[in-house]
């Protein structure tokens, strides 16, 4: 065999000092991930976000380590790529037996340094693939490749695999939740020392704010809805995805007061209900099963709740406690009251 799996070591932008699995070829070492579907990182060489991959070209070197945990090499940034859709994969595949975005075994490239100054990445469905900006001024150009992103990011692909939620109105808050859900998931899954599971997306990204999103009080961004309302189907994808994110953090952890990961998350309702949560783990359980089960590509947030609630009935029964909360936190977002 000619590429052999070897184990590297890397020191990431966002996630430190962590194992990777690289490829070994007879001139040195490949960021190519055999144990994660072949995923390959690239560096996108900066090139422009109209054509990412144009000046774009595989990371090789003569030795296994890679990064140095600042900005100062390009191979920290692929660090934090390799480790997190890595640790994606694991979530899906540890979780619910998903063996990559299609479930079949194969790994999403994924391109780092894309353009300069952009605070953003994204998932492609055309090239099954992912692109990440290098930040900007605006967040001290850090890279745009923490945990909860690349989760994010390769969570975009499998919705577009399952349900293929719509990319606007509800239904594009919906599959913008999704991909916050499950990015949150697997920065829980992670366990990494330096990026502890919370309910905030974006927190490890020096964002002026602090963080991108809050999954326990979405509007405390200011722009984001924790609350449904018949204009939802209006506002951007990513504001939107508020009442679907505050579903899930009340469906998961219940309402009140809690530090978790380091950060303080506050659990408002919309009602002032209080109630227990079924945990994070029963609830995207329960999340998995509606998406790959139940939503279309029009689900909106009445159809999710009602995707949800038979999924938590397939999952723990008709007359489950699990069944319970789930309808107890839809209605404190003002879903089907
Ligand atoms: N980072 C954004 C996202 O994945 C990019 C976009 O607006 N599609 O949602
Ligand atoms: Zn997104
Ligand atoms: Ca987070």
């Known amino acids: 065999e000619l590429h052999q799996s070897v184990t590297g070591t890397g020191n990431g932008v966002t996630v ?45 070197k003569t030795t296994n380590s890679w990064g140095n945990g600042t900005t100062s090499s390009r191979e920290s940034a692929a660090v934090d790529a390799s480790y997190g859709l890595a640790k994606t994969w694991d979530y899906y595949k540890d979780s619910f037996n998903r063996s990559g975005i299609r479930n079949d075994g194969r790994g999403a490239p994924a391109y780092v340094h894309m353009d300069t100054n952009v605070l953003n990445a994204f998932y492609d469905d055309n090239c099954f693939c992912m692109f990440f900006g290098d930040g900007s001024s605006q967040n001290g150009n850090t890279p745009v490749t923490a945990l909860d992103v690349a989760g994010h990011e390769m969570s975009h692909g499998v919705t577009s695999a399952t349900a293929n939620l719509t990319y606007s109105g509800e239904s594009g808050g919906l599959n913008e939740a999704t991909s ?46 924790s609350c449904w309302t018949s204009s939802a189907g209006s506002a951007d994808v990513h504001y939107s995805s508020g009442i679907g994110n505050h579903f899930f953090y009340l469906a998961a952890e219940g309402t009140g007061t809690k530090t978790i990961g380091g950060r303080s998350h506050t659990g408002t309702t919309c009602n002032n209900d209080t109630f227990a949560g079924i945990g994070k783990d029963k609830a995207a359980a329960v999340w998995y099963r509606a998406l790959t089960t139940y939503m279309t590509s029009t689900t909106n947030y009445a159809g999710a709740r009602t995707a949800t609630l038979q999924a938590a009935a397939d999952l723990y029964g008709t007359n489950s406690q699990e069944r319970y909360l789930v309808s107890k936190a839809w209605a404190a977002v003002s879903v089907g009251t």
């Not at 001139?27 to 422009?48: E, F, R, V």
């Open 16 to 60: 430190g000092q962590v194992s990777i699995e690289t490829t070994q070829t007879s001139s040195g070492y490949t960021l190519t991930d055999p144990a994660h579907g072949g995923t390959i990182i690239y560096d996108s060489y900066n090139s422009p976000q109209s054509n990412p991959k144009q000046n774009a070209r595989a990371f090789s």
């Open 180 to 225: 916050d859900i499950f990015g949150t998931m697997v920065e829980f899954y992670a366990n990494n020392a330096g990026d502890p599971g919370d309910y905030y997306i974006g927190e490890k990204l020096n964002m002026s704010g602090g963080y991108m999103r809050r999954m326990d009080n979405p509007a405390a961004d200011g722009n984001s809805l």
